[in-house]
């Protein structure tokens, strides 16, 4: 919120006492209006819908009652003339001081500007990528990784206390898939004819995990492959359908797999934790240096297998509530009664818990931990768990309105015309890495979050790169490299940037254009606040668009150092330092913005 704006709220909370003392307004009457900054300078600064929200009650129309709440204001140095426009809008046009008073709070807050401390005591934890600790992060992931780092700086800057979480899930089958796949590839090292699964891990990076695994123990923990089969149910087999389409025509993936797993377990015994763990140990430190690189940090990599003591516990308390059933042998959870679509399983007939059951026991940790509000980043692909999760927590007796839950849709990623397809099973897949390495952390972090979560997004590599106005996050950073290099001309001419001076004079600071920027930069703590509590990064990334656009076209048009060679007048010096000063809170806003975001503020470019 802007400093103006408080005392148009506070002079118009008094005009609504004043119309409840006079019986215009009822005594109990909530007073729901708005205060929003205009988009056109010609309507002032702020305009409040007071009159129209109050008409019906007070049973005016909105222009009378609008004129009655305007002879009723009490006088303010800021505001220098009030007007009602339209339908009973009413709008305020600041006092020039006023206008000016931006600059000197940002001057003063510098860093800090736009932040604020209103959540301040209140607990919130953002969890997110949780990515399957199977493969390198692929540009899906680092989606999920910008977002969910963005939303959490941007709820620390209103002033939550805000705990990163990493969700890492090493007890589950995906895990036991890789195990058995990085094993099956050690039988290759140690002369094995495997023929290798279709549905296990079939990447170089599996190859890669197994040779250190070899040249520890050799040929000693080695099985044959024929005892790796026994008992295993054939593999899928496809063709290609008169569609060209791939089918399935006998065996079973899945089941194949498992065989293959159970197998491994079995003939491995405790050794087979040497695979889990090499597999794990591996792929999560990769995970964790690749997101380290990418300015992605967590305050905890919470363990799935951490969590397996807990679940019991969680399915009793279900149970206690009378939330749980048996039918065909498995253990099912009543999640129709919440509305969700059908009951889940929470343990199978083999006595194994589903990752539901996991999950469970994981929010219940997460609100037992203390925390005012939860939120979970997930892909879109995982809608149908939101009402389940919920269900649960409400069922075990907690308000689910305290967990949120942010489903992030999918990216394509584009080479000029061409589509990349990703795979993570197959391991043809563009990594995270890739992406980073080719395009550059800041433009990955900025279009990863320049979109609506829910909206899709199509990543253009080329643009990425591009060194043009087109391409949004070189153009911001370009305008604060560009004012960077105004100041560093200022001195290399011998010329002291002067702050007094500049305000002196910030009265000769009179185009529209420049009252567009004074406005601009004086919204910015209204769009961090609505970026954050809406969980919107997108907000401030049009808005840095907005601001660097509107300095670039004042830059072009506006020449702010005097021209070589030539003796400026005192006149001419003095509109310099105005608009000197106006450049420097522009670049701090810029910087404050990218910073925000994860971006780096480059001072030339």
Same mark, same amino acid.
């Given at each position: ?212 695994? =070899?040249?520890?123990? *050799? %040929? ?5 492959? @024929?005892?790796? &089969?026994?008992?295993?149910? +054939? #593999? ?28 491994? =377990?079995?003939?491995? *015994? %405790? ?5 889990? @763990?090499?597999? &794990?140990?591996?792929?999560? +430190? #990769? ?43 498995? &253990? ?274």
């Amino acid at each position: 919120m802007s400093e103006q704006q408080p005392v148009i709220s506070q002079a118009l909370a008094l005009v609504v006492e004043s119309l409840k003392q006079q019986q215009i307004l009822p005594i109990d009457w909530v007073d729901n209006s708005t205060i929003s900054r205009t988009k056109d300078q010609a309507h002032g600064d702020f305009a409040s819908n007071l009159a129209m929200i109050a008409a019906k009650t007070a049973k005016k129309n909105p222009r009378e009652l609008a004129q009655t709440i305007v002879a009723m204001l009490p006088a303010s140095d800021m505001i220098s003339k009030v007007e009602i426009a339209g339908p009973g809008f009413i709008n305020f046009f600041l006092d020039d001081n006023a206008r000016f008073a931006i600059l000197d709070t940002i001057m003063q807050q510098k860093g800090d500007f736009g932040t604020s401390e209103e959540f301040a005591g209140q607990k919130i934890q953002v969890e997110f990528v949780s990515a399957n600790p199977t493969s390198s992060l692929h540009v899906g992931h680092g989606r999920g990784a910008a977002f969910g780092m963005s939303v959490a700086n941007l709820l620390e800057a209103v002033g939550y206390q805000v705990g990163r979480e990493y969700y890492v899930n090493d007890a589950g089958r995906q895990m036991d898939i890789l195990a058995t796949s990085t094993y099956l590839r050690y039988l290759e090292l140690c002369g094995e004819p495997i023929v290798f699964p279709t549905n296990a891990y079939q990447g170089d990076y599996v190859k890669d995990i197994a040779k250190p695994i =070899k040249k520890q123990h *050799g %040929d000693s923990l080695k099985t044959a492959w @024929e005892h790796m &089969l026994l008992n295993v149910p +054939a #593999d899928a087999e496809y063709q290609i359908d008169a569609n060209g389409e791939k089918v399935c025509v006998s065996g079973d993936k899945e089941a194949h797999i498992d065989g293959l797993i159970a197998n491994a =377990k079995a003939n491995l *015994g %405790d050794n087979y934790q040497i695979f889990h @763990e090499a597999a &794990l140990n591996t792929i999560l +430190a #990769d995970i964790q240096d690749d997101l380290a690189d990418f300015n992605v940090h967590f305050d905890q990599w919470f363990s799935e297998k951490s969590i397996q003591d807990a679940i019991v516990p969680a399915l009793e308390l279900l149970e206690q509530r009378g939330f749980l059933y048996q039918k065909d042998g498995n &253990l099912w959870f009543k999640s129709t009664e919440f509305g969700d679509e059908k009951d889940r399983v929470v343990r199978r007939a083999n006595g194994q818990f589903t990752y539901f059951a996991s999950d469970i026991a994981y929010h219940k940790d997460k609100l037992d931990r203390g925390y005012d509000k939860i939120i979970d980043v997930w892909g879109s692909d995982h809608h149908g768990y939101i009402k389940r999760v919920k269900a649960a927590l409400t069922a075990m007796g907690y308000d689910a309105q305290r967990m949120d839950v942010i489903l992030v849709q999918f990216v394509t990623l584009w080479r000029g015309t061409e589509q990349i397809q990703m795979s993570s099973r197959s391991g043809q897949f563009v990594t995270l890495r890739e992406l980073r390495q080719e395009v550059g952390n800041d433009a990955a972090r900025f279009y990863y979050v320049a979109r609506k979560p829910e909206q899709h997004i199509d990543f253009d590599l080329e643009l990425a790169k591009s060194h043009t106005k087109d391409n949004a996050v070189y153009y911001i950073q370009y305008a604060h490299a560009r004012i960077c290099r105004v100041l560093e001309r200022t001195e290399e001419r011998g010329i002291k940037v002067d702050d007094k001076a500049g305000k002196a004079h910030q009265h000769l600071l009179t185009q529209p254009v420049e009252t567009d920027l004074l406005s601009l930069l004086a919204s910015y703590p209204e769009v961090l606040r609505r970026a954050a509590v809406n969980y919107e990064p997108h907000l401030l990334t049009n808005y840095l668009k907005d601001l660097a656009s509107l300095f670039h076209g004042w830059y072009n048009d506006n020449r702010i150092l005097p021209k070589d060679g030539e003796t400026p007048t005192q006149d001419e010096l003095d509109l310099m330092q105005a608009r000197l000063r106006l450049s420097k809170s522009v670049r701090q806003v810029i910087q404050n913005g990218l910073i925000l975001l994860g971006l780096t503020a480059p001072t030339s470019m």
